[in-house]
């Protein structure tokens, strides 16, 4: 017999943030301000921030479902952050989105 989940599958968001030039200090606070709260979400599976040796922020997220997503970016410190973004950021983020096609342990759903 062959089950099948109907339980939403995890997504992940990812991408890449360039400072505007004398501007990484800032940007890399608004990014920081973001992480523990971001964590507690609730939804949220993985939120790590990294900074690349160019410069550059690597942003990645992994979310329960799209719904835990979509609240998580309707919070009031997601609508700030993307007020205050453009003014520390060069150019658009790269960023990346994806449904997880490999298991996630289900002890963390």
């Given at each position: 017999m062959t089950t099948t989940?109907?339980?939403?599958?995890?997504?992940?968001?990812y991408g890449f943030l360039t400072p505007k030039p004398g501007?990484?200090?800032?940007?890399?606070?608004?990014?920081?301000d973001l992480v523990e709260p971001s964590r507690g979400h609730e939804g949220s599976l993985l939120y790590h921030l990294h900074e690349q040796e160019d410069g550059r922020f690597?942003?990645?997220?992994v979310w329960r479902s799209q719904e835990d997503l979509n609240r998580h970016n309707a919070t009031p410190l997601l609508l700030a952050f993307m007020d205050e973004l453009p003014?520390?950021?060069?150019?658009?983020?790269?960023?990346y989105f994806g449904v997880m096609r490999s298991p996630y342990p289900a002890s963390a759903l």
């Open positions: 989940s109907t339980a939403p599958a995890p997504v992940s968001l501007h990484a200090d800032e940007l890399r606070k608004l990014l920081m690597f942003l990645y997220e003014e520390h950021m060069e150019g658009e983020p790269e960023a």
